[in-house]
């Protein structure tokens, strides 16, 4: 009886190979641009990608033992390359999003400290002249408070 020599599953390491570059490929390539660092969706479009390929490959392993190897490493790669990807999204929505704390960051309640920005005509403009009366206003017409938002970016 002649041994017959088993195919190596070509699919299922391609698409392992995609999961890998997928996520490789994110910091170098696609954080820089806002429009693939908010949403990943090109890293996404490989998962999907790479999850076909690992899927027809496994199920090319399990229908055709006798021409393909691989039940078993081909069983734990595909486990492999779904952990991965769930573990860059962790990173990429959850664990990079983290802030740190920010020790001289105004505190709810607290008195912002006097400050000068330019408005949108060019013009500038200081805490102090917001909350100041009004040129010939009687004094209740004051402005009471300023609604400041700080927006802690993430980049």
């Known amino acids: 009886m002649e041994h017959q020599r088993k195919n190596l599953n070509i699919i299922l390491w391609v698409g392992f190979l995609v999961v890998l ?57 595909v486990i492999a390359g779904v952990a991965v990807i769930g573990y860059f999204l962790l990173r990429v929505y959850y664990l990079e999003r983290q802030l740190p704390i920010s020790i001289n960051a105004p505190r709810v309640g607290q008195k912002a400290p006097d400050f000068t920005l330019l408005d949108m005509d060019g013009n500038s403009i200081t805490l102090s002249k917001l909350l100041a009366s009004p040129a010939g206003a009687p004094a209740p017409s004051k402005a009471s408070g300023v609604v400041l938002i700080f927006y802690r970016g993430h980049w």
């Open 21 to 77: 570059i997928g996520v490789l490929s994110y910091k170098p390539f696609f954080a820089q641009f806002p429009i693939t660092r908010d949403v990943p969706w090109v890293n996404m479009l490989m998962f999907v990608v790479a999850i076909g390929l690992m899927g027809v490959g496994l199920k090319r392993a399990f229908q055709k033992p006798d021409v393909y190897r691989g039940k078993v490493v081909g069983t734990v790669v």
